[in-house]
């Protein structure tokens, strides 16, 4: 009895010295003990927000609704790249020299699962923006918005080539979509000063909707075979009707394109190029996807003229359905 009693304590005192995480798993001292000894060297996970240059490391504070988990735990088992391509610390000229610790699988996932339930941040809302009805189109204006307010002069991306591309102020957004939860990138393109105050991100004059468009690409960026919405393909599209979609025609198309598609509507005398003749073209030869990004996003969208407006705040759904039935049913070309 005695000798198993002292094989029993030898056996326990090995998986004590060689398995700690496996009995700390789930257990949230075990993370306050890691993230108090080791993480709080250079991160802040409490106070308010304050300029990257009074920091050595980005806070942390809203770390729990600001990274996916899946992400978290392969930047914590050492899987994921540099985000930031000169240091956090952009304005020192040099490079801390001092790598990030770390973890094994399983004390990543308690550090991960402490950081979920605790650093919240209530100002993080669920998003406006449903991906879920995110097009590809919109991933494409995005894109052009991304240049257009210059965020491509802080925050690298990826080419086609896969080349990156960008400033290397910030942090890169190669994975952006893999890494961050669409709630907190939602709230933080909102007004970036309200995280990180006087440290160079700027306040954009932008729409609702141009926000929809930038925030839903970045989410996209690193998502392989991201799924993009096509409301051609939606149940809206099924029960379209041409019979109501000549209504909508005359309502809006006609001021321009004519009540026979003949582009020679009342608004058509100044404008160059003129209207499209409709009445001269197979448009029920056109895919419905070329249409409804047409008539939506405007001509411009589809290297057409830029005198077609958009018409997708103004139509709704099944409108916009009725007369793409209409147009494509009417006009077959010569």
């Not at 306050?32 to 996970?45: A, G, L, P, T, V």
């Not at 339930?117 to 406006?128: A, N």
């Not at 000549?246 to 003949?262: L, N, S």
């Amino acid at each position: 009895m005695g000798r198993l009693m002292v094989r029993g304590f030898a056996v326990l005192l090995f998986i004590l010295m060689s398995s700690p995480s496996v009995l700390w798993a789930g257990d949230d001292g075990f993370a306050e003990k890691i993230i108090n000894s080791q993480c709080k060297n250079c991160h802040r996970f409490e106070g308010k927000p304050k300029s990257k240059f009074d920091l050595k490391a980005p806070d942390l504070m809203w770390s729990g609704v600001k990274f996916q988990r899946p992400w978290l735990i392969r930047w914590l088992v050492g899987q994921e790249e540099n985000l930031y391509p000169n240091s956090y610390r952009w304005d020192k000229s040099f490079h801390f020299s001092r790598k990030h610790m770390i973890l094994t699988q399983e004390e990543a996932v308690v550090i991960a699962d402490y950081m979920e339930k605790t650093y919240l941040d209530p100002r993080v809302k669920k998003s406006f923006v449903d991906l879920s009805t995110f097009t590809e189109m919109e991933a494409s204006l995005g894109a052009d918005i991304f240049r257009e307010y210059s965020c491509l002069g802080c925050h690298q991306i990826k080419d086609d080539e896969g080349k990156s591309i960008g400033g290397p102020i910030s942090a890169n957004l190669h994975d952006a979509g893999n890494r961050y939860t669409l709630d907190w990138w939602s709230r933080f393109a909102e007004n970036p000063q309200d995280f990180t105050p006087h440290s160079g991100e700027y306040l954009a004059d932008i729409s609702a909707r141009k926000a929809r468009h930038i925030i839903g690409y970045v989410m996209t960026l690193g998502v392989k075979d991201f799924k993009f919405y096509e409301p051609w393909n939606s149940k809206t599209f099924k029960k379209a009707d041409a019979g109501r979609g000549a209504k909508v025609y005359k309502e809006y198309c006609v001021q321009c394109h004519g009540p026979e598609g003949k582009g020679d509507g009342p608004g058509a005398k100044g404008l160059d190029p003129k209207p499209a003749v409709h009445a001269d073209l197979p448009l029920s030869d056109y895919p419905a996807d070329y249409l409804y990004n047409l008539i939506y996003y405007g001509g411009k969208s589809v290297g057409k003229s830029p005198n077609m407006p958009d018409w997708g705040m103004t139509l709704p759904p099944q409108s916009l359905a009725d007369v793409i039935a209409y147009v494509r049913s009417t006009f077959k070309g010569n």
